[in-house]
């Protein structure tokens, strides 16, 4: 691919029907009118700083969207601000900054920024060409999709809603909490030293993925989007060597998987690498290898009915139809009283399951007592990792900078065949 200059990035910060931002210098808006100070904006609005030093701080920004760790916080950012009006008529805050500048922030709000330094390199690559591909093919990519029936609703998630900017804020995408007041020399050493660098494969943007936690084994993209794979998010084990997989598809695979605790780079960081690579709300979930969630009857039905939309009645099966390679399920029977249905994908288990969301979709299903008509009245699921487990695994590669290993044998494990290259 030929080299060119470094491109800007729209990125989505938050919608709400009025914003309440704090301007930190001169900045102008289309009329030319000079702006600085609080401002409470009601209506489309570009503002453009007068210089470099500028920067401006939003109000009130939730992140975790839907997540366990959802909550309010200010957030500071540079560059410029433009706000748009959305489809349901509330308005859009858009940061525009340049793609470096942008990538700075993902490393230190994805990850603790005092994270080994190279695996903050291997980020900084992943990241970068992971938002150069979805902004390439930003036109005729897939989004999300859906089949539902009255017995089957199989969806998918990417980028919807997405049509207004490049990508958003939040763990939907990229998380980018803006300027951090204590960030360190390591994060801006490591964009410095991999500047326009990015992972090709045949000539193309690979579209490098990444999760918390892959729970020991990398995951297929196609058991979490579209029914399609690429050659470097390929399935295999996160440790060293080429050991073959164990059969994780079979329920017997995905049981003896997820109720032990086998060897991986990502299976037992310690408390103090954790601390370095986790941010505080990161930390609350210590237990993402192997993690167990309980129910019982009533506030499963309750769950599934408030996330579904289904009445499912009282629970009497949840039943794996099929699973991924890292024995992720991506299609999942729930018989009850009432109703019967066939969920799918990864996400959307996930989402069905839980308040939030599960840690991930590679879990079990067990129950223990009955009433007196045969249903269950406790629900154990245990399972492993933490999010879809496609590609990069946050976890795993923090524990192999720490072992030793450079940015570039990190990203050769997660992406095999992909190709180092500097795009400007």
């Given amino acids: 691919m030929s080299h060119q200059s470094e491109p800007t990035v729209n990125v989505g910060i938050m919608e709400a029907d009025a914003l309440d931002i704090t301007l930190h210098g001169a900045y102008t808006d289309a009329s030319g009118n000079i702006l600085t100070g609080k401002l409470h904006i009601t209506k489309p609005v570009e503002l453009t700083p007068v210089d470099n030093d500028c920067m401006f701080t939003l109000h009130n920004v939730v992140i975790g969207i839907g997540f366990h760790w959802e909550q309010k916080m200010e957030q500071k950012f540079e560059g410029a601000l433009n706000v748009i009006h959305s489809p349901s008529d509330k308005l859009i805050a858009v940061n525009v900054i340049g793609v470096e500048k942008y990538l700075r922030s993902v490393i230190s709000s994805e990850m603790n920024a005092d994270a080994p330094e190279e695996f903050l390199k291997a980020h900084a690559v992943i990241s970068r060409s992971w938002l150069l591909a979805q902004m390439q093919h930003k036109c005729h990519c897939a989004k999300s999709e859906m089949t539902e029936s009255d017995n089957e609703r199989i969806k998918w998630y990417d980028h919807e809603d997405h049509d207004l900017f490049d990508v958003c804020a ?98 037992a960081p310690s408390r103090q690498l954790l601390r370095k690579v986790l941010n505080g709300y990161d930390l609350e979930t210590p237990d993402f290898y192997r993690w167990k969630v309980e129910y019982t009857a009533p506030e499963l039905a309750e769950i599934l009915r408030e996330r579904t939309g289904v009445d499912f009645g009282e629970i009497l099966s949840i039943e794996p139809l099929h699973r991924g390679p890292s024995a992720r399920i991506d299609k999942l029977r729930i018989q009850g009283t009432k109703h019967t249905m066939t969920i799918g994908k990864e996400l959307e288990i996930r989402r069905s399951l839980s308040k939030s969301h599960l840690y991930s979709s590679a879990f079990i299903v067990t129950t223990s007592g009955t009433d007196e008509h045969g249903v269950p009245q406790h629900w154990i699921l245990q399972g492993a990792g933490w999010g879809h487990g496609v590609g990069l695994c946050q976890i795993g590669a923090a524990a192999m900078a720490d072992a030793g290993k450079s940015y570039t044998e990190i990203l050769g494990h997660y992406y095999p065949g992909a190709n180092l290259s500097t795009l400007y």
């Fill in 170 to 267: 939040d763990d939907h995408c990229q998380r980018y909490q803006g300027v951090r007041s204590n960030m360190p020399a390591s994060v801006a050493r490591s964009i410095e030293a991999t500047k326009g660098e990015v992972l090709m494969n045949d000539g193309k943007l690979c579209d490098t993925r990444f999760s918390k936690c892959c729970g020991g084994v990398m995951e297929l993209f196609s058991t979490c989007w579209s029914n399609e794979d690429m050659p470097y998010l390929t399935p295999k084990l996160d440790r060293e060597g080429e050991e073959s997989l164990p059969d994780l598809t079979t329920e017997k695979g995905a049981t003896q998987w997820c109720t032990t605790h086998p060897d991986a780079w990502c299976a």
